[in-house]
């Protein structure tokens, strides 16, 4: 079973009660995906993850607290906030030390094979892949495969 770390984005996805196309396109796709997909992955997310959907402020927060129950969280170490440091110095994700970097230093750290995300502009964009995966690669890491839920399907391979 592959390791697949739920970055805040996807979990809003899941949420939402947005009715604009984008929106809806995102709910039904990633509700899609976690009932097909989830019993065939192991699921995390981390200390991040769970401060960002606590925030008082953010939409939907009980409901995507009440989503991740269960689910266990990775913790945010000082290796894990040194490699987001290295992230953002190195230009692979942008400032401040929080946020995006955090989500992706916590999966590259404890060692995901997936990031699930609909963030494309600075998480799930193939330009950053190569640039992070030789940052990574420098520092012992494998990187995450970061995707979009539409991306991330895997099938039961049937006889002929």
Not at 21 to 47: F, G, N
Not at 102 to 121: C, E, I, K, P, T
Request: include cysteine; charge should be negative.
């Amino acid at each position: 079973m592959a390791r697949v770390y739920l970055e805040t984005s996807f979990i809003s996805a899941c949420v939402t009660n947005r009715t604009d196309a984008a929106s809806v396109y995102r709910r039904e796709t990633s509700i899609e995906w976690w009932s097909i997909q989830r019993p065939r992955h192991t699921l995390l997310v981390s200390d991040e993850v769970v401060a960002e959907l606590s925030d008082p402020s953010y939409p939907q927060r009980s409901v995507a607290l009440e989503f991740i129950t269960g689910i266990e969280s990775l913790r945010v170490t000082h290796e894990v906030i040194g490699l987001a440091r290295i992230l953002v110095d190195q230009k692979v994700m942008p400032g401040p030390l929080k946020g995006d970097a955090v989500h992706v230093a916590a999966a590259a750290f404890h060692g995901m094979d997936y990031m699930l995300s609909w963030n494309v502009r600075h998480l799930a964009n193939p330009n950053k892949t190569q640039h992070l995966g030789n940052i990574c690669m420098r520092l012992g890491l494998v990187p995450p495969r970061i995707v979009t839920p539409d991306l991330l399907w895997e099938v039961d391979d049937e006889p002929s």
